[in-house]
T-cell receptor, first 116, second 110 residues
Framework: DVKVTQSSRYLVKRTGEKVFLECVQD?????MFWYRQDPGLGLRLIYF???????EKGDIPEGYSVSREKKERFSLILESASTNQTSMYLC???????????????FGQGTRLTVV | LAKTTQPISMDSYEGQEVNITCSHN???????ITWYQQFPSQGPRFIIQ???TKVTNEVASLFIPADRKSSTLSLPRVSLSDTAVYYC???????????FGIGTKLQVIP
């Protein structure tokens, strides 16, 4: 079974702190994603990566950065946490296949981050 | 990537069949239609995927008409444990940005 593991289930940080959210997958997937989920807004893509050291902005990248130094690990960084970044953060991974070939994303359990 | 539209919420009684329809008018030739299910406090999980006609697995059925501009997820005889948010999305494989929307919140009532 594919396993996507997020380092923390719950996290409380202070405004202005630098925050690292870590995600590790064990299935050699090329693609990794970070989302945030807020009531009424669904899942919104923050950043994704399709290879080591490669990254692409998603729909809401402002206030975030990412790092992918190894294929299995994708980190989300909040350079200076703010209260509006209080949210559920979800990491996912997927395999790259050819065009027209179906694929699916596997998700971690999520990290509920509270910024006070 | 296909932009999808689905109802925000639905209620159903236990034991009934539930059909959730998703519109995807601009779906590309290479796009598959994929449905995910998300329970509270968990990440979404893949439930079914199809390209056209009908696909069935142990969880659900997926109906996609010939024009592929919509799809219907069918959940047979729902139980309380099927209460979840269901997401419809189109994706074409390969290097891709996987985006979700708000999804459909299904509430199963005893």
């Amino acid at each position: 079974d594919v396993k996507v593991t997020q380092s923390s289930r719950y996290l409380v940080k202070r405004t202005g702190e630098k925050v690292f959210l870590e995600c590790v997958q064990d299935m050699d997937h090329e693609n990794m994603f970070w989302y945030r989920q807020d009531p009424g807004l669904g899942l919104r893509l923050i950043y994704f990566s399709y290879d080591v050291k490669m990254k692409e902005k998603g729909d809401i990248p402002e206030g975030y950065s990412v790092s992918r130094e190894k294929k299995e690990r994708f980190s989300l960084i909040l350079e200076s946490a703010s209260t509006n970044q209080t949210s559920m953060y979800l990491c996912a991974s997927s395999l790259t296949q050819g065009q027209g070939v179906k694929t699916e994303a596997f998700f971690g359990q999520g990290t509920r981050l509270t910024v006070v | 990537l296909a932009k999808t539209t689905q109802p925000i919420s639905m209620d159903s009684y236990e034991g009934q069949e539930v059909n959730i329809t998703c519109s995807h008018n601009n779906i590309a030739t290479n796009d598959y239609i994929t449905w995910y299910q998300q329970f509270p406090s968990q990440g979404p999980r893949f439930i079914i995927q199809g390209y056209k006609t009908k696909v069935t697995n142990e969880v659900a059925s997926l109906f996609i008409p010939a024009d592929r501009k919509s799809s219907t997820l069918s959940l047979p005889r729902v139980s309380l444990s099927d209460t979840a948010v269901y997401y419809c999305l189109g994706n074409s494989g390969g290097y891709q940005k996987v985006t979700f929307g708000i999804g459909t919140k299904l509430q199963v009532i005893p």
